[in-house]
Structures are given as structure tokens and as C-alpha cells.
């Protein structure tokens, strides 16, 4: 429990501002460097199908799509989704937390405690701030640390980025198949147009696969993604 409530501070005062994002391009993130190193252990060769485009160059119903698919409150929180990360660890105090009000701490507790022993069960819901935090500066690898030093990371990115950075950079580098990375390469790669040309159901369908990109996408093995697709379509006409 110390090291989860210690991890993000020590990553706060280590790790390198990104404030250059504000206009470079990222280059290999982790997240590829990370599937470059998996595909060599198991003696393959991973070749990354990756172009960059403008948030401007991309349809507006594969943002909207992505937005209702992974994190719909995006625009109105700082990073974190509370709200969210409270419901998934069963947090039980008041909305307004306060350190000096001693029921919200016993349930912050207790909300950690649930975390810790239900680690395999809690799907995260991390916002697209910490996803990118995740395919920037970590790896796919599950553990509560690595989660805990997803929020100052996701906080340093909202401190310096416009919410429409975040959501440019996180689209040219979300992971959408096996050694495909950002939409632009997706839409070529699965529908052969590029990503400004994407219909409303290939959008919905490459917001569908951002869950599980290697096990579940446009060109393999579909069923899950046409699944959450057609979720994804019913939240987008309401």
C-alpha cells in the first residue's frame, strides 16, 4: 500500500517533463519499443505500420467514436477520471474528498485495500490521458505501481498540452493491431482509405478495437470487436 501511494511521487520528481510534446512529434513510443523487444525474444521480426496525420486530417466520427468508447468525460476532468477509479475500487466516501474528514479516509483505505486484493479483476478505466501516459513512457504490463505512476504522468501531460494535443498524440500512437500504431496506419491498413475518409461503422469499429488490438480487430478474429462496435454505434446516436 506504501509503494502504490509513494510510486507516483518518486516518478513525479524522475521523470522528464513533456512539455516538447507541445509541438515534436513523439518517436517510437514504449509501447512499440516494448512489441519490437517481445517479437525479437520469441525470434520474429515485427515490422510497425505507423504514419502520422493532423487531428484535423481525422474524420470526426472515428473521434467522436473514440471518445464515447474510451473515456466520454475527457473534455471535463484534469486527467484522472475519479469518479470512474472510485466505482472500480468500490470507494464509498463522500464525492469531495477531504484528508481531514476522517470517513472518507477510512473508505480511501478501504478503497486501496479492495484495489490490492482484486488487482486481477479491476479493468482500470483509465482515461485517454493515462492511456497515452501508458504508450508514451510505460508498457503494456499489468501491475498496481505501474498505474499508480500513470497519474502524475497523465497529470504532467494535461498540465502542459491542450486537451486537442493529447487527443492528436493519442491517436497517432494508440496501439490498433499487431504492429499497427495510430489511425491513420488502421484505416489503411484494415479498410484501405485513409483515416479522414473513415465511414461512421469503420470508425466505430477502430474505436472497438483499441480494448484489444492483437486478439480482437477489423482482420482478425472480429467477434469482440463487432460486439463493442455495435455498443459503440448506440452511444453515437444518442
Known sequence: MLLVLVAPVLLLLSQPSPWV????RPGSTSFMLYRKREARRAGEALEVEHTWVPLEAVAPALVRAVLVAEDD??????????????????YRGDNSFSWSDAV???ALMAAIRYGIENRDK????STITQQLARNLFFTPERSLVRKAMELPA??????????????????????????VFGVEAAAQHYFGVS?????????????????HPRTSNPGYRPARM??????????MGR
Not at 463487432?226 to 454505434?233: D, G, M, S, V, Y
Open 195 to 211: 483515416a479522414a475518409k473513415l465511414t461512421r461503422v469503420q470508425a466505430a469499429s477502430l474505436a472497438a478495437t483499441l480494448p
Open 21 to 24: 510534446l507541445r509541438w515534436a
Open 154 to 179: 497523465a497529470w504532467q501531460l494535461e498540465f502542459w498540452l491542450s486537451k486537442d494535443r493529447i487527443l492528436e498524440i493519442y491517436l497517432n500512437s494508440a496501439e490498433l493491431g499487431t504492429g
Open 73 to 90: 468525460r475527457f473534455r471535463t476532468h484534469r486527467g484522472v477520471d475519479w469518479k470512474a477509479m472510485g466505482e472500480e475500487v468500490r
Open 104 to 106: 472518507d479516509r477510512t
Open 122 to 125: 479491476i479493468r482500470g478505466r
Open 226 to 235: 463487432e460486439a463493442r462496435r455495435a455498443q459503440i454505434l448506440g452511444r
